[in-house]
């Protein structure tokens, strides 16, 4: 079955960098496109960033734009995003997600918490 595995959370202070992972099984990973979301206390989840199957088509929310970059190995089944100058507004849980024919697919997501 799809399973969907993010890591890289954590605590950082206002301009660190983190880097997520996430890991897929259960489908063949370079035939889809990723997303990675974020949810915030009281908020909506929002979409972050999107990545082709190949890789080579990334788009960005304009709140992440120029700070985040998405990219994918599709050699370990594994997406990644790099965040930089992170502010106090991206604390989020972190998920990343695909959607196989009709179907959403979510991983638990990661906790990334900016402060300081």
């Known amino acids: 079955q799809v399973q969907i595995v993010e890591s890289g959370g954590g605590l950082v202070q206002p301009g660190g960098s983190l880097r997520l992972s996430c890991a897929a099984s259960g489908f063949m990973f370079s035939y889809y496109y990723i997303n990675w979301y974020r949810q915030a206390p009281g908020k909506e989840r929002e979409l972050v960033a999107t990545?082709?199957?190949?890789?080579?088509?990334?788009s960005y929310a304009d709140s992440v734009k120029g700070r985040f970059t998405i990219s994918r190995d599709n050699s370990k089944n594994t997406v990644y995003l790099q965040m930089n100058s992170l502010e106090l507004e991206d604390t989020a849980v972190y998920y990343c997600?695909?959607?196989?024919?009709?179907?959403?697919?979510w991983g638990q997501g990661t906790q990334v918490t900016v402060s300081s």
């Open positions: 990545i082709s199957y190949r890789g080579d088509i990334t």
């Open positions: 997600n695909t959607r196989i024919r009709s179907s959403n697919y």
